[in-house]
């Protein structure tokens, strides 16, 4: 199983690694980082990721996972990105992304009409796109796969993992990953937060826009 | 706030990532990725994480954060290793770890007589050190804080800045990475996991040592 993940400047490091670490422990997995060149890409703050190969030297992927970033911003013209999102859209088996990642997919016209989500900050800004956006964790539709922000990735890896290799194989690695989450507060969405956190939270992002 | 991650040859990308993408997003957070040089460090698997300073120009650190990775046992008489984490075990507030990580300040010395936990395959390892070892997510026994496996560090972390700098700098933080999980079984932990994923993942470990 040949998995791609689209690495890119200012990506958010968690979002690509979280799914990484879960599907990189495939038994049969190759994984790849595809960028336009392999080599050192400076993701966000201090985390620089090497991709190890390009575009045109990636082998023909059974999954794609793009994942977000305030990079993400800047790659929606790109218009290599947005071809080879396309070209695995049509022949992947599955095409993924973690938190703003699905924009990309959005802005590539591979999501139009499907149920998706994305970072709860993002959910307005996707539905412009003609998407259908759901607030769960992870939505599958058909071969897309998108996930809320983050942290979701690591949900929606072990989640494909179980429908590519089956309910033990998603065990096994989250056990390996040891992964029983068990945060100090109950505060990870805007449902759960309390309201002046969630208040700041869009403030915050407002700036940044 | 200095924060230190050592960075290491097959360190766990996520035993890093995890703890960093909350803690980095500490508003006075200032990150240093610190290894014998700086300059790329091939962690597990096609991961390549880029050391911002070594051990010597690293500034004095408030917080280390050591990880877990296959990498860890040749890192168990690395006399540079074992003397910057005794040094920071002196100087610094808190002195952390993820996953296996615990067994490069066990073998420092520094957590002798402590409490103290580490990812579960590794407990028995981890008591041998004369530490006392714990089956929680995450333990702090003064500025000592240790973590169950790999992806414990994100909850360690969120408690780490709980303390640091209160309840609503730690929950501003789980909002923005939207970390409300939801992983699609209960089989994180071996108390949790069916008994023949638990077995399997004992056999894989032994065969791996």
Redesign the interface.
Known sequence: MDIGFLVYPRL???DL??P??VL?RVSDAS???VWTRPG?VQAE??????A?TSFADAPPLDMLLVPGGSGQLSLMRHAIVMDYIRGCARTSDWVCSV?TGALLLAQAGVLRGRRSTT??LARETLAGFSVRVSND?YVIDGKFATS?????G??LA??LV?RTRG??A???I?????????????????E???S???A??RARARRFR
């Not at 703050?45 to 090497?50: L, T």
């Not at 809320?148 to 979701?152: F, K």
């Not at 989250?174 to 805007?190: N, T």
Request: hydrophobic share 35%; charged share 30%.
């Open positions: 958010t490091p968690l690694v979280g990484w670490e990189s994984v790849h980082l050192p703050r201090e985390i620089e990721i090497r190890t938190c970072h709860w964790r809320a922000g983050v942290t979701a690591i949900d072990l989640e179980r309910d033990e998603a065990q096994q989250q056990l390996q990953i040891e992964y029983d989450p068990r945060p100090p507060f109950d505060a990870g969405s805007p759960k937060a309390p002046e956190v969630v700041r939270a």
